[in-house]
């Protein structure tokens, strides 16, 4: 199954040998060890002319199974039955019927588990175009079609691990956004230099500009 967007020459470069897919055993782990690995990963898309459409993860939440915020917490179903199959695997589900969230499948199988990737920092665009869950999605072109692709580069959207300039980042741990039971769970990890967050923990003040992580200064 093919999960290809529009092209544009923002963000899109035509190699791949930077873009290497992350193994699926980083992904055989729980929830809340791999939510805060995968922030400075890169999301990356091939597009139809056959460039890359990039961005660093600054931001996701972790889910699983043992709490009411996950969606297979009480119930299994058409919907929900890729978050309960092999870790390594976007889960696309829609939200409030609008917006598409964009997950993965982690831990192990027959056990609902899997980080949501909340915000991207793309080169050279602005820095809030992917900074929520939909905003991600519709920048990206991903949809409920992408659904139980393999994450691991098995397909055209896949994730590639940390560049060495993120290799330890400095996270923010906090609580999730948008729900109403589990709230006070600390599961949501974010890039504390990023401006491409969608919501910042109470005290935690944006970076100006100048000192700010630039996903474009890893185009160099």
């Known amino acids: 199954m093919e999960c290809v967007g529009q092209s544009t020459p923002k963000a899109t470069q035509h190699i791949s040998k930077d873009f290497p897919a992350l193994a699926k055993s980083f992904f055989c782990r729980p929830a809340e060890v791999v939510g805060p690995d995968l922030v400075g990963c890169r999301l990356v898309k091939r597009q139809a002319d056959g460039g890359l459409l990039w ?10 199974q043992d709490e009411p915020a996950c969606h297979g917490y009480r119930r299994r179903s058409p ?3 890729t978050l309960f199959g092999e870790p390594g695997r976007f889960y696309v589900y829609v939200s409030y019927g609008i917006h598409h969230c964009v997950n993965v499948v982690t831990d192990r199988p027959e056990w609902a588990n899997g980080v949501l990737l909340r915000a991207v920092a793309l080169p050279d665009e602005p820095e809030r175009v992917a900074a929520g869950p939909g905003l991600l999605a519709r920048r990206f ?3 409920r079609g992408c659904d139980a692709l393999s994450v691991c580069g098995d397909s055209d959207l896949w994730l590639a691990p940390r560049p060495v300039e993120l290799t330890h980042p400095a996270l923010v741990t906090t609580t ?3 729900i109403s039971q589990g709230e006070n769970l600390p599961l949501r990890w974010y890039l504390q230099a990023s401006r491409s967050v969608s919501k910042r923990a109470r005290g935690d003040r944006s970076p100006k500009l100048a000192e700010a992580f630039c996903a474009g200064s890893l185009c160099s």
Do not use: P, W
């Not at 961005?55 to 699983?64: K, N």
């Open 55 to 64: 961005g660093v993860i600054v931001e996701t939440e972790a889910y699983s």
């Open 176 to 178: 999730r956004i948008g």
């Open 141 to 143: 072109g991903i949809d």
């Open 79 to 81: 919907q929900n039955e």
